[in-house]
């Protein structure tokens, strides 16, 4: 990097714990921490002694304007996402922050107003995209191996989450279905080079009745769906969430699986594996990562941060930006309306009526 940067971390929970960590790890030359800020003091003290932070914040205002920083990371639930980042670009500073963008579209546009204004550089943490196996989908898809009409299916399964703000639509992540499903909205983006045009969905809310849960949250999210989504370009995403499960010991499980007109990928070699292996018509072929992401893929939140630098100094972009935030939001938004129109929803429709998840749900 051109120049060492201070950084202070809005959100000392897990995902703030992962960035915090990986600065401290690969970034130990050139970044220095400002300070780390949560509402939880528990939190704030073991960030402070694992990394090293003198400054110890509750309030997000005062540890941007006290520490001044170069870079705020924001790690708080999604509810607050658009708040931060924009006070934090009024004061002068770039923006890492955590997905989903935010659980209203109205914010978000007016995010990206504020950047406008202020010319300071902002990135979203999809961070899906610095994984190696999907930079090996990616090469297939830019080289059409398996054809057209692709239908990329993905199943995630998962007991519902201790971390209580996954579950709330109002003031947390907005449930599952835009938890991760942003994500997969981004990747599916990224590998067709094509927007999302429509999504149908059912969904319901199994885990309300769950001891973590049930008196914690006013309104849960969804957090078992099947959701379709067709792009502009004729290909398909089809997923299958459910996050709503009792705690058990097979906590997880994912599983994937891609077809085109002219063929597949063999199911087993997306569980994480950096070569797979397709069947292109009469021909199976194995495909490797390219040597030139191994940077990007040390660890996915390292690519995302290196990519912001790369951006504040003029000699690159940003993976995911305002455009895609707003697009994987308008996915998960999507999905969540059509489950109570009962028809399929457009992006436009989205865009047009700037909602919060919330609203989406009545």
């Not at 579209?105 to 943490?125: N, P, R």
């Not at 009409?149 to 579950?167: G, Q």
């Not at 893929?297 to 790369?310: M, P, S, T, W, Y």
Request: net charge neutral; with cysteine.
């Amino acid at each position: 990097m051109g120049k060492t940067y201070k950084v202070t971390v809005i959100g000392a929970g897990d995902r703030g714990r992962t960035y915090m960590g990986m600065l401290k790890n690969h970034h130990q030359n050139d970044v220095v921490f400002g300070g780390v800020c949560d509402l939880q003091e528990a939190r704030t003290e073991k960030a402070s002694a694992e990394f090293g932070i003198a400054a110890k914040f509750s309030d997000y205002k005062k540890a941007i304007t006290e520490t001044k920083p170069d870079i705020v990371v924001v790690a708080t639930p999604a509810f607050y996402h658009t708040d931060i980042a924009s006070f934090a670009m009024d004061n002068g500073c770039h923006v890492l922050t955590e997905k989903p963008f935010d659980l209203s579209m109205e914010k978000c546009f007016k995010l990206k107003e504020k950047q406008k204004q202020t010319g300071k550089s902002l990135a979203i943490g999809l961070q899906y995209r610095n994984q190696k196996v999907n930079r090996v989908i990616k090469q297939i898809m830019d080289k059409r191996l398996i054809g057209k009409n692709v239908v990329m299916t993905i199943f995630d399964i998962r007991e519902n989450r201790p971390k209580i703000a996954m579950h709330d639509a109002e003031f947390g992540n907005g449930g599952p279905l835009n938890d991760v499903g942003c994500h997969y909205y981004d990747l599916m983006r990224w590998y067709y080079s094509s927007n999302v045009k429509s999504v149908s969905a059912l969904w319901r809310v199994d885990a309300a009745g769950r001891p973590n849960i049930i008196n914690a949250i006013k309104t849960k999210a969804p957090d078992n769906g099947v959701i379709t989504a067709e792009f502009e370009s004729g290909d398909m995403l089809m997923m299958v969430i459910n996050w709503s499960l009792p705690t058990c010991k097979a906590n997880n499980y994912h599983f994937s699986s891609i077809t085109g007109s002219e063929g597949f990928v063999l199911p087993k070699e997306l569980q994480n594996y950096p070569d797979v292996k397709i069947q292109s018509g009469d021909k199976e072929m194995t495909l490797s990562p390219d040597p030139a992401d191994d940077h990007d893929c040390i660890q996915a939140e390292l690519g995302v941060f290196d990519h912001l630098v790369a951006e504040i100094e003029g000699r690159g972009k940003v993976q995911a930006g305002v455009e895609e935030g707003i697009l994987s939001l308008a996915g998960s938004m999507a999905a969540i309306k059509s489950g109570v129109l009962g028809r399929a929803v457009t992006i436009k429709e989205i865009l047009d009526s700037r909602p919060t998840i919330l609203e989406c749900m009545k």
